[in-house]
């Protein structure tokens, strides 16, 4: 089973000075989408799931018109929600993320004040991976080890979605411990593709991580985090 995660290409969060929640793609933004949807025409997928946010839906309408594809959302894949600061000065969203970043480690499962707890949405990936999962036919045994029973391991699906999401679904697949800080510790490119496949075992499968960020098909000038 092939999993490819695709980050969403660069979004407008501030524009004229304000913040802007739930942003549209910049015009750099709408190229890396376009040369995203280029280099997976090619490819074949059996699914195609998006994040229900306006960044991941235009990101992927380049990749679905190349590909043939009708949008289908999937909600569980949205973003960490940031509190609403829509139309505020672009400094109160600066000054709250320096502050989550100088909070002491066990302090940053909190979040930022007024949005998602980092706790929260991990737990609600989690779940909504977990339960993508067992509908697609793969089952995590029970075991420490992060050994999955697969009825088809020959389904190779996308997401488009996001640096956070993509992140925690990396270490729900991969077995790992997640910690409030995923975005800094898989850093995943706008528009860049991510994949895990999975390989056999003698008492199952289990997931292997064979490319964090691809960046190839942009240019230089065109990479973005």
């Not at 195609?48 to 999937?74: A, D, F, K, N």
């Not at 400094?91 to 909070?103: D, F, G």
């Not at 996001?162 to 992140?167: E, L």
Request: with cysteine; charged share 25%; net charge negative.
């Amino acid at each position: 089973m092939e999993i490819v995660l695709l980050r969403h290409a660069e979004p407008e969060w501030v524009k004229d000075g304000v913040n802007i929640s739930n942003p549209p793609l910049t015009e750099r933004g709408r190229q890396q989408a376009e040369l995203l949807g280029d280099f997976l025409a090619g490819e074949h997928f059996d699914e195609v799931l998006v994040s229900p946010l306006l960044r991941t839906r235009q990101t992927s309408q380049p990749i679905l018109q190349g590909l043939s594809r009708q949008l289908v959302i999937e909600d569980w894949l949205e973003e960490i929600r940031d509190p609403i600061w829509h139309g505020t000065p672009q400094e109160k969203a600066a000054e709250a993320y320096k502050a989550q970043r100088n909070k002491d480690s066990h302090l940053r499962w909190q979040g930022l004040d007024g949005g998602e707890a980092v706790s929260d949405f991990v737990e609600r990936i989690h779940a909504g991976c977990t339960d993508f999962l067992l509908r697609h036919g793969v089952v995590r045994q029970r075991n420490d080890l992060p050994v999955w029973t697969m009825d088809n391991p020959h389904q190779k699906i996308a997401f488009v979605a996001h640096g956070g999401t993509n992140s925690v679904v990396l270490c729900h697949l991969l077995g790992l411990t997640a910690t409030p800080w995923e975005w800094e510790r898989f850093v995943i490119g706008h528009a860049t593709v991510s994949r895990i496949q999975s390989f056999e075992l003698g008492d199952g499968h289990t997931f292997g991580l064979t490319r964090l960020s691809g960046d190839e098909h942009l240019p230089v000038t065109m990479r973005t985090v």
